[in-house]
Every structure is written in structure tokens, then in C-alpha cells.
């Protein structure tokens, strides 16, 4: 699992850890981290260009003492101080020690220092910036043309939310210390942040204080389901598929490719699109309704191509088994129905849906993904996926963390995509996946399918559905690599 961790949980362990070692030990195995990193960038450190973008705060310092490391191997390193009364002064002297330059941001050779480097090194704020960049670290930040790396993470975005209210720092990587902060999980600022890597420096931080968590291969492969000597279809699960209309049929096809991928052994399907169904996949079973006629399933998936057709919600949402809400069944569903439900809820909006649940503009969701899918999450008392370029999953429970999901691809923006998620999650469910675990396993395999099938061109969503099956075998694989 990777790990985030919010500033005041960073801050303290901090402390905690400072209190414990010498004085600026912390900041020099911060400093030993991101110097190796950068030498790695550079490839040859000897006779290379690096130019300090340093602010005013501990950033500035990791920047400056990492800038020396490089500066006794031969780099030539240029310092540019944004702040240059409050720049960190052993840092500073550590620098000049090792043959550096220090030039304050305003000097009119700086932004030519930034444009020659090869190498710019981002340490304007740290964990405790507020805001976007002020305009000179703006103006200079955009001179850069060697590669980028920030310190600890892109100066100017929200390390809590992965929120980017004003400029910000395009980093090519960032090399981050002790534990990884939300934002660098997050869009818009993930996309700030470039390749990741982070440093151990020593931080003790307890399970339970985790932000933010995102599955790797292992946990994916540690939780889906197997079938043992003893399963039958009905044991492995079976998950029911309330989709399409005379309008979408489509949806139900591919939220019946989703879920007989999904580790269910059976898929029922319930609705009007029961001849596309079979046409495309006979060994889904059909019937014509209403869903509480439709036979026993340990998962409900309702939604995808439903049009304004609410029938089929009141028997499912009645049912004690878990339910996922998707697409038009979103609109469809009452919000205090769904909170009195003994059983789970799961539901699955992209951004405008998210965005009409909770009475606010597309944009305002996309700017605040962490804040809108745990406000859902409450307001709903269910588990809540909110779909994007990075795929959020918060649990009802608010002081639990929150998932993001990073395998996805810009080619899963393609119509019908999300119907497949929907009935691979609900396939998870039936197969007895925790909501959470559904939500997060379904998104991971998803995105990765996308990625497998995609392969740098265009995709359908029936080749997502398609490459499920390779997706999986990924991940199993992998875990014995
Ligand atoms: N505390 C520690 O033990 C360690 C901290 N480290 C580094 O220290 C950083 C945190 O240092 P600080 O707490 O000094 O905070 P920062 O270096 O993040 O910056 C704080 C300073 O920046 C100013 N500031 C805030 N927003 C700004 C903006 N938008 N534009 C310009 N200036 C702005 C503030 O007035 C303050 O003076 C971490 O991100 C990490 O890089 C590392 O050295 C590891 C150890
Ligand atoms: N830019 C992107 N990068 C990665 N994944 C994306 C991006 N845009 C959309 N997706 C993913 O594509 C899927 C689209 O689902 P959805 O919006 O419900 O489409 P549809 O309703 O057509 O099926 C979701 O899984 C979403 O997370
Ligand atoms: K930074």
C-alpha cells in the first residue's frame, strides 16, 4: 500500500523524530535524498548547470544543502533567493562553502540562470506554502528548460487536497521526504508533480493516521477473489445487473462484460435490453423483472443506460445485499432512502454527476475531487468512487482514509467505459469484496485493463471489458515477479 499523510501528521512525527536527533539531522538526510536524486536526473553530475529556486522556509534549506552535495562534485550551482533576508542560513553557507553562487531572484541574470540550467531544483515552499506562486517565482519557475524537480512537492499546489488555486510549479519529478502527501496522489496537482520518489528519513507514522491510501499490485492480488475446491457458481457469488433501456442497450451490454469479469459466478441481468444482452454474452441470465422476481444475488448493480425509468430502484435499493449506484441511477436514488439502508451502498459518479448530487458547478468538483467525494460519502452514508483522471474512493466512515486509484489512462475517456466499472465493481461485491475494496480493486483493474488494451491508441469500452482478463493475470503475476 502507498501511503499518504496529511501536514499536521507530518509536523507531528517531526517533531517526535527531531526531538530524538541531533540537531539538523533530518534536513541533511533530506538534503542526502534529493541530491542523489537530482545526480540521477543529471545522469553526469560533473560540469552540469543546476540553478536553486530558494524560498524563505526549511524548503529552501533542503534545496540549499542538496545544492552543495552537487556543487563538491563538480556541479555549477547558481542559488536564486526569493526572500534573500530570511533564506536558511546554513544552508546558505553551506553552499558558498562548496563553491556555489548565491544570487538574489530579482538580479536580472536570474532568469537566464533558470533558462541555462539543466537542472532547476524547486524549493520555494515546502508543506508549509499557502496559495499559488507569488509572480516572480511564478515568472522564474517558467524560465525553466532543463528538468524540473521539486522539493518535498511542486511549490504553489495544496499538499492536503491536490488542490492548485493559483501558478504552480510544473516539476518532471518530485522527491518527497519521510511519507507521501495527498496532494501528489491527487489531480490537478498530480500532474504537477511528475515521476515520484520518496525518501526515508526516518518518519514513525502509525497505521491509523494515514490521509490517503492507493493499492499496489500486491494488495490488489492479496484481495481478489479465487474459487477453492469448494466453490460453485452460486458460492463465488452472484451479482445482478439492472441496466439499459429501448434508448441505451449498450449500457447493459457492457455493464454485463464488466461483471462476468469480475470474480462473480453468475451474472443475472434485469431490464429491457435482455436480447442485446444475450446476443453479445449467453451465458448471462436474463428475465424481464422487476428485480426482487429476478432470483437470489449477493450484489445489485443499478444504473448504467437506465434512462428516467425508477422502477427497478425500490426493489433493489429494499434488498439486504450491497448495492451500486450508477449513472442515471444517481438521479433516480433518494438520499435518505439509501442512508437507511442496512446493507451497503456504493456509488460511482464522474465529476458532473458528483457535481449535480451535491449542487455545484463541474469545476468546482474536478478543483476540489478529495473535499466533493468525502462530503458524498457522508451525505449518502455509503462508499463513494468519483471517477476522473484520478478515481477517488472514500469510505462512509470520514475518519478512515481515503483511496486514489493511479493505474488509469486518458484513454478510459471514452463513452461506456465507466458502465464496465460499474458491473466489474458490483461483480467484486458479489464475490464478497468489502465496498471499499470492491471500489478500489475495480478501479485498479480497470485502469489498468485500459492501459493494457490501449497501448497507445485509441480504445473502446468493449476493449477495456476485453482486456480484464489480461489485467488480472497482471496482477496475480506480478506478485511472484
Ligand atoms: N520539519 C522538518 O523536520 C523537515 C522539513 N523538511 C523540509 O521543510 C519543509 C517545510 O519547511 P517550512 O515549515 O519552513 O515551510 P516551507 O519551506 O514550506 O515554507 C514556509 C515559508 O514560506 C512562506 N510561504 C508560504 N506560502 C508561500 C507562497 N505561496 N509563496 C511564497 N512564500 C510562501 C511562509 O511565509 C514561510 O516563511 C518541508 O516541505 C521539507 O521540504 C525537510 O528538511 C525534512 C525535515
Ligand atoms: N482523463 C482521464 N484519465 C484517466 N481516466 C479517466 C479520464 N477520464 C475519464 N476516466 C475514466 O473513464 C471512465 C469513464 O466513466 P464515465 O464518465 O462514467 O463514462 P460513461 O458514462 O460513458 O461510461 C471512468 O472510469 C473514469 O475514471
Ligand atoms: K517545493
Known amino acids: ?63 540549499l544543502y542538496a545544492g552543495a552535495r552537487l556543487a563538491r562534485r563538480g556541479a555549477g550551482v547558481t542559488a536564486l533567493l526569493l526572500s534573500p533576508d530570511r533564506a536558511h542560513a546554513g544552508g546558505l553557507a553551506a553552499l558558498r562553502a562548496a563553491g556555489g553562487t548565491v544570487l538574489d531572484a530579482q538580479d536580472r541574470n536570474a532568469t537566464e540562470r533558470v533558462g541555462r540550467a539543466d537542472l532547476v531544483v524547486d524549493g520555494i515552499v515546502g508543506i508549509g506554502g499557502k496559495g499559488g506562486l507569488r509572480p516572480r517565482a511564478a515568472e522564474l519557475a517558467d524560465a525553466a528548460r532543463g528538468t524540473v524537480v521539486a ?9 492536503d487536497t491536490g488542490e492548485v488555486r493559483g501558478a504552480a510549479v510544473r516539476a518532471d519529478a518530485t522527491v518527497t521526504f519521510g511519507t507521501y502527501k495527498p496532494g501528489l496522489l491527487i489531480d490537478p496537482a498530480r500532474e504537477y508533480a ?41 458460492r463465488r457469488g452472484v451479482v445482478g445487473i439492472v441496466a439499459g433501456s429501448a434508448r441505451y442497450p449498450g449500457a447493459a451490454v457492457l455493464a454485463v462484460a464488466g461483471a462476468l469479469h469480475g470474480g462473480a459466478g453468475a451474472v443475472r441481468y434485469v431490464g429491457p435490453a435482455a436480447d442485446a444482452v444475450l446476443a453479445r454474452f449467453p451465458e448471462a441470465l436474463v428475465s424481464a423483472g422487476p428485480p426482487a422476481k429476478a432470483g437470489r444475488v ?8 437506465l434512462g428516467d425509468d425508477p422502477s427497478g430502484l425500490h426493489d433493489v435499493l429494499a434488498s439486504d445485499v450491497p448495492v451500486l449506484i450508477d449513472a442515471d441511477g444517481l438521479r433516480l436514488a433518494d438520499p435518505a432512502t439509501v442512508r437507511d439502508r442496512a446493507a451497503p451502498t456504493v456509488l460511482t459518479p464522474h465529476a458532473g454527476e ?54 488509469g489512462s486518458p484513454w478510459l475517456a471514452t463513452a461506456g467505459s465507466g458502465d464496465v466499472l460499474s458491473g466489474l465493481t458490483g461483480s467484486l461485491l458479489a464475490a464478497g469484496l468489502a465496498p471499499l475494496d470492491a471500489a478500489s480493486v475495480g478501479a485498479h483493474l480497470h485502469g489498468l485493463a485500459a492501459r493494457h488494451a490501449a497501448d497507445g491508441a485509441p480504445i473502446s469500452a468493449q476493449d477495456v471489458a476485453g482486456a480484464l482478463r489480461s489485467a488480472w493475470q497482471d496482477v496475480t503475476e506480478n506478485l511472484f515477479a
Open 194 to 234: 511528475g515521476a515520484l520518489r520518496l525518501v526515508d528519513i526516518g518518519l514513525e507514522l502509525a497505521p491509523a493516521e494515514t490521509g490517503l491510501e492507493a493499492l499496489q499490485y500486491a494488495d490488489v492480488a492479496a484481495l481478489l477473489p479465487r474459487p477453492t475446491g469448494e466453490s460453485d457458481k452460486y
Open 298 to 305: 449477493q450484489s445489485w448493480v443499478i444504473g448504467p443506460g
Open 151 to 159: 522539493v518535498d512537492l511542486p511549490s504553489g499546489v495544496d499538499a
Open 354 to 407: 458528483a457535481a449535480a448530487l451535491l449542487g455545484v458547478t463541474r469545476e468546482q468538483v474536478e478543483t476540489e475531487r478529495l473535499a466533493s467525494v468525502r462530503e458524498l460519502a457522508a451525505r449518502y452514508d455509503a462508499t463513494v468512487l468519483l471517477k476522473g483522471s484520478t478515481t477517488l474512493i472514500s469510505p462512509p466512515d470520514e475518519t478512515r482514509p481515503a483511496r486514489v486509484n493511479p493505474t
Open 1 to 63: 500500500m502507498r501511503l499518504a499523510h496529511d501536514v499536521e501528521t507530518v509536523r507531528s512525527a517531526e517533531r517526535a523524530l527531531m526531538a530524538r536527533l541531533p540537531e539538523g539531522a533530518l534536513m541533511q538526510r533530506a538534503a542526502a535524498g534529493l541530491a542523489t536524486a537530482c545526480a540521477d536526473l543529471l545522469g553526469k553530475v560533473y560540469g552540469s548547470r543546476v540553478t536553486l529556486l530558494v524560498g524563505s522556509g526549511d524548503n529552501g534549506g533542503d534545496a
